[in-house]
């Protein structure tokens, strides 16, 4: 390896380091012979496996893992760390196994290389944000848990890869920088690693939305111009101050990250002017009595602006992030935050869990000492790593479940099918969920499938679950979602949801409307509103809604829940056939067009009708009836409309091979009333292919017996007769008799 010093590569302009640049790095904290003498072992190793391979980029692969360990200085890593940075890349890419690696380097190395590898394995087939799978992001997510060291060696893995990701083809450049906001950067983040996540999110965002990243630097390199020279007279007057009273500071300017701005402007729907803290004021100190000494002095000299003082030393952040943050009025025009802080705090603030990994000077580097540090300042942290030591004995899923309840019981991880993750509090259903990817989806969510399986949106989820929502466009929240949901940002939207409804569906309405829907769907299937009315059985519908009264019937079939058509095929209602072809036909007397009546000789050309008093059919015994100025009318024989007439009666039949037309007959039925008893008649007809039209229903109080009176079409008195025979079979049907008008 050539001797080169923090060259500019002309893609991206990082520094390239060398092995020495690492070297020096380390040498600065870990003196121990041993550990340097396995650092540089295991560069050795890298180099000569990696011999002869190239990066996309056209640079000699070893670059990749020296990068990576240099990263893990910056963090000041330990031993087994930078070591399985150089090697993280050996066993998946060259002959080398992990035995070999466990045999040179020990199994701490070979267990961190070995998960590295894993986790490497999984991303291979992910060639676009569609191919991410859930599942996968679970088994990263797993891999990374083993240990806190191979997240640190993925998250500089990954932030070197999207360093130099100019290379590869735009596809796979949104596929990475996608990757690295839904499952890498939440992670980092938890961790409180500061640094790399902030530097994950500018890289992934600068590839996902060229046009804001672009945007955004200009914006921010503006204002820092125009704001340079307030900014430091504001740190010169706060420092003499400082330098009077004697207290030990530091300070630097800090620049909001552009992923943060981003997401202010972009999806919280900021304007960059009202973004006050784009630019802030960092005071680093020595003690936390110094800390609150120096906000006495900045709150004395400058007028801090209300509301946006906050104590993080007094209550730090989960990720143990301390600081105090003030914002005050620089007398210029001007507002700054500025944040106030001790050396230990300024650490953790920029690298979370690193800064209690770092190997520390002066000891002998143990990781049981290390581990013990971490867990007494970190709580979740204790049994994340406890854990992690004995997952040999568990299987998978025991490792995950333990992990979820334990480890992640205060802070959920749940994931979309893409595989997006969303952090949510211990408690929550897929309500917050749901409400968490958009208020529509939570406003219109009726379910939940949770690893594939459905559930009640109620079920509370654990860490590593998959969940999708189900929706319907019509659904919307009820009351006993308050109950449900356990954030308060859904709790908000679904109070907001139900004032809504409430507002616009008053009961009354919401009646109506499913009353409406309801007969329609009757409507429908040839049944109008009386039938209806009669059709439904209340105690079926409690049966399979718990619904007793029609108005409680028609509230919820206005919210859809049920529909109308669930509630008749509950009640099992089918299809009156052919009714609308029945009741569109005129039934008053009518011109036979291909008349069915046969009259004697030289009566032919005379206009021949049907009479509508007594309905006669092919069958019948039928006489004709001279009218004046109409042809001849056709009665049955015994119709009492032609009693007593002789001379105007005529002889005719009915013809032989009569067409396939039907001929209305007004007839009753008479029966003892019980349910249902419409349905059995009305279905009874419809098997034999009897068409009904024009139906009434009478129930007489005084015997709680029915008539109904209805118009059948049938082509001849045979079929009728038929009809009849089987409505006498109906239960409760006792008589049977055509109407004459
Ligand atoms: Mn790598």
Redesign the pocket.
Known sequence: MPERKKKLLPNGGYPMHTFEDVRERYFAYITNPNDRKMIESAYLLAKEKHEGQFRRSGEAYIQ?PIE?AYILTELQSGPATIASGFL??VVEDTDTTIEYIASRFGEEVAKIVDALTKIQRMKLSHMTAEDFEAEDHRKIFLGMAQDVRVILVKLA?RLH?LRTMDALSPERQVALSRETIDVFVPIAHRLGIYTLQSELQDLSLKYLEPAAYKRIQELVNDRFNKKKESLDNLKKRIADILFEQKIPFRMESRVKSIYSIYRKMYEKDHDFDDIYDVLALRIITESVLNCYEILGIVHSTYTPIPGRFKDYIAMPKPNLYQSLHTSVLAGDGNSYEIQIRTEEMDQIAETGVAAHWRYKEGTRYNAKDEQKDIEENLAWFRDFVSLSEDNQSKTAKEYMSSLTNDIFGANVYVFTPMGKVIDLPAGSTPLDFAYKIHTRVGDTAVGALVNGVGVALNTVLKTGDVCEIRTSKNAQPNDSWLNIAKTASAKAHIRRALQKRDEEFLREDRIKTGRTALLDSFRLNGFGEEEALELLDFQKIENEFHISNMDDLCVAIASRNPTASAVLSALNVRKKPNITEYASRPLKPKEVDDNPIQVGKGMSGLAISLSHCCNPIPGDDVVGYITKGKGITVHRRNCPNIAGEQKRLIDVSWKRDLGPSTYPVDIQVFANDRPNLLAAILQTLGAKGVGVSDLHAKLLPETMNDIIEMTVSVPDAKVLQDAFADLLGIKGVYEIKRIIH
């Open positions: 990749h990576v993280h890349d893995d890869n």
